[in-house]
């Protein structure tokens, strides 16, 4: 099994910054950040492919958000930049045994963390 453990979350204005950190009990290949809003579908917002470092973002966060590993502690990290309202939801770090080659498709991810609530206003 592996275990996601997310953190970093919390309220910031239009414009700020958050850095978002899932501590993993370890890697699986794919590691992704999902976002759910209130009534709104689970979407993918970020993936990384952990041997190759290749990183994958959804339209609406590219330029703003990074998706990053920190391999000796087995920690993934969003950094989120630019914040906007509609980016208000709570995130999800996963973990997928696959090669990222759908990296947004979540039932492609085994592991779930219980999430963290980012709020922008």
């Known amino acids: 099994d592996v275990q996601l453990v997310e953190s970093g979350g919390g309220s910031v204005q239009a414009g700020g910054s958050l850095r978002l950190s899932c501590q993993s009990s370890?890697?699986?290949?794919?590691m992704g950040w999902f976002r759910q809003a209130p009534g709104k579908q689970r979407e993918g917002v970020a993936a990384?492919?952990?041997?190759?470092?290749?990183?994958y973002y959804a339209d609406s966060v590219k330029g703003r958000f990074t998706i990053a590993q920190d391999k000796a502690d087995n920690t993934l990290y969003l950094q989120m930049n630019n914040l906007k309202p509609e980016d208000t939801a709570m995130y999800y770090c996963a973990a997928s045994p696959g090669y990222c080659y759908r990296p947004f498709l979540e039932y492609d991810y085994n592991y779930w963390g219980q999430g963290t609530q980012v709020t922008v206003s």
């Open positions: 370890r890697y699986r290949r794919c």
């Open positions: 990384l492919h952990v041997g190759s470092g290749s990183t």
